[in-house]
């Protein structure tokens, strides 16, 4: 059939860089999400990209896989069952002693030899400490390519995934593809993805694999594991409302007025990157690209112009409100509302306006 | 002990700018810096010698100009650099850039056996965090990335104790030299060259070495022969359909703004309002 269609128009610029998978490499098939079970607790990332990757097993009409890794017991197989009610189609899990706590030598044993074994054609992972740490790992392992931090991920016509991500700081975006290698890898920032709706009791096939490794063979050892007293950056990527300000601001004084904002909303607060350069509020509370990227129902920006690396960090709020003096600036190209004014003054009127409103509903109820 | 860090120059971020026709960044008069990540790395590998003696390589690969870099690095206390810089390295994904590394941190080792290599965490320019691990594997070195702090180092034993940033809590590991370590970035402060080391620095030739000279006899395993991965196409993001609604603020108070912002968002969002009066409520 394709032979017989005159040459597409758009396949020359593709065609010269793409080589044709080798017959090994064409075996290569499913999508594969690594299930990220750390300390009893599956990271909420995994079940983003489980959404994601149920859309790029339907356009490739293939299965959608969970790869479970863990001490065997009930958090293994909660993340198990809850792989299959995410929508994976079957589940890869490697349980064992050696794997209760994350260390880089185990897991990507375990990992390279699942792929190896069972041949996925995407595998996907969590940009977290511990995704970065493995995939690094594994890809290198399998000397195949590995894309950071997408955004975005499309399949082509000739079945190839097309990874975006932001590129030269976050000034622009750029679409990578892993040519003649398989699996194609990809990781994925934590609220980049929408959490998919859990479907209770779906049930799928279960695959299980050996370690075959001994504590004696492992080099790294880990003596302990101190809990951070807050978890507050957890909370800001999950928050369902965001205050955030940028150098708009002026001086770092005035960043109080983005914090007692949040503080009447209930929200959590943040900032743009060059704040966290300056050294104004801590690097666990930049929003955008290279630090957290947020998804809440509301979020306002003020005081921030809306550079790309921002851009990709925010655009999956629902509603984003932002402030800004310049109305040209950027950031009013995304924001749903925007107020042409100084944050300085619009800060506090907004502030108190919540605060009488919410005070007046809380009495009306 | 010998320690290697590796160092990448990157274009100084906050000074790039997208030229507005074409999308394409405008390189011209952009200034260089070493990778800000790298530095914390470059300061912890300075503070173990300082503490146990022993010698700091600096090791980049780049084009010809990357060794003002190395010069700076060695002008802030490094020892030894040397400059990895060859055409075929052109285009090189995170894959062929590990391997060039590793190759050349390989041939040193050769002469100098090297106990630990440093490397930043991720850089400004890239963000992928994928090189690191990528020398780690391909040298079997132990790693450890995100560190927080080295607690302890016994170079008789060849053991090394470190706290490693995990998601909600500190690991503290325990593992054998030679290992590879990315440090975490604000875990010390980098510390100002003295006079002695940036006279040193001025003086100091810095070899430069060619894909052969460190060693690498496949060049395919390089640059854009050696990169499973290729950058299809450079964009600027699609502006949404609709800009921003825009409050109307002509001649009016801030109050007055305020409120209509709240009826403006509420009455695009009709369950916004109790979203916020439930979450103010906590």
């Not at chain 2, 994928?130 to 060849?158: C, F, S």
Request: glycine residues 8%; aromatic residues 6%.
């Amino acid at each position: 059939m394709t032979e017989a269609k005159p040459a597409p128009a758009a396949a020359p610029a593709r065609g010269k860089m793409k080589v044709e998978l080798s017959d090994h490499f064409k075996t290569y098939k499913d999508v594969w999400v690594f299930i990220e079970l750390e300390r009893g607790q599956v990271h909420p990332v995994s079940w983003e990209l489980l959404g994601e990757g149920r859309k790029l097993a339907n356009k490739l009409g293939v299965e959608l896989a969970g790869v479970v890794m863990g001490a065997p017991g009930d958090s293994a197989d909660a993340a198990v069952a809850g792989a299959y009610e995410y929508g994976a189609d079957l589940v890869y899990t490697i349980q064992d002693p050696l794997l209760a706590d994350y260390r880089n030598e185990p897991f990507a044993r375990g990992m390279t030899d699942l792929v190896n074994t069972y041949k996925p054609e995407i595998l996907l992972l969590g940009a977290t400490t511990l995704g970065r740490d493995l995939a690094g790992t594994v890809a290198t392992t399998l000397k195949t390519g590995l894309t950071a931090d997408c955004t975005e991920m499309a399949i082509d016509d000739d079945r190839s995934m097309g990874a975006t991500r932001p590129t030269f700081g976050g000034s622009l975006l750029c679409t990578i593809y892993t040519l003649n290698v398989r699996p194609q890898m990809a990781t994925i920032r934590p609220r980049v993805m929408s959490m998919p709706d859990r479907e209770a009791g779906r049930t799928g096939r279960l695959v299980v694999h050996s370690l075959g490794m001994q504590e004696d063979s492992i080099v790294t050892k880990i003596l302990n594991y101190i809990p951070d007293a807050s978890k507050e950056d957890a909370h800001l990527a999950y928050a369902d409302v965001v205050v955030a300000g940028g150098m708009g601001l002026g001086k770092p004084e005035n960043f109080k007025l983005v914090k007692e904002l949040a503080s009447v909303l209930g929200a959590e607060y943040g900032g743009s990157r060059p704040l966290v350069q300056k050294g104004w509020i801590e690097s666990a509370r930049q929003i955008g690209q290279t630090g957290k990227t947020i998804r809440p129902r509301l979020y306002i920006a003020a005081g921030i112009s809306g550079a790309i690396q921002h851009r990709v960090g925010v655009e999956g709020a629902d509603m984003i409100l932002a402030i800004n003096t310049d109305p040209n600036a950027p950031i009013f190209d995304f924001a749903h509302q925007g107020i042409v004014g100084d944050a300085l003054t619009v800060l506090p009127a907004l502030t108190e306006t919540f605060r009488r409103h919410l005070a007046q509903k809380r009495a009306a109820e | 002990m010998h320690i290697v860090v590796c160092i990448k120059q990157v274009p100084d971020s906050a000074q790039i700018r997208v030229h507005p026709v074409t999308n394409t960044i405008m390189r011209q008069g952009v200034p260089t810096i070493i990778n800000p990540y790298d530095l914390f790395s470059l300061e912890e590998a300075l503070r173990l010698r300082d503490k146990f003696g022993g010698k700091v390589t600096v090791l980049t690969m780049g084009p010809p100009m990357a060794d003002t870099s190395l010069r700076k690095a060695l002008s802030m206390g490094a020892d030894a650099a040397v400059l990895l810089s060859d055409r075929c390295f052109a285009g090189s994904d995170t894959l062929a850039t590990s391997y060039a590394l590793a190759s050349a941190i390989a041939k040193i080792t050769e002469t100098e056996p090297v106990g630990m290599v440093f490397c930043g965490k991720q850089t400004i320019d890239g963000d992928t965090a994928q090189v690191g691990p990528g020398i780690a594997k391909r040298l079997e070195l132990n790693q450890l990335t995100y560190v927080e702090r080295i607690d302890a180092v016994d170079e008789t034993a060849r053991k090394i104790t470190v706290e490693r940033r995990a998601e909600g809590g500190v690991q503290v590991l325990s593992t054998s030299l030679p290992c590879l370590i990315t440090m975490l970035e604000g875990t010390n402060v980098v510390r100002r060259g003295t006079m002695e080391d940036m006279l040193r620095a001025a003086r100091t030739e810095i070899p430069m070495w060619s894909a052969a000279k460190a060693g690498i006899t496949d060049t395919a395993l390089c640059g854009l022969k050696g990169s499973p991965t290729v950058v299809k196409k450079v964009f600027a993001p699609p502006p949404r359909k609709e800009k921003a609604k825009q409050i109307d603020v002509t001649g009016k108070t801030a109050d007055d703004i305020a409120a209509a912002t709240l009826n403006a968002l509420f009455a695009a969002d009709a369950r916004l309002e109790e979203t916020l009066f439930r979450q103010a409520g906590h």
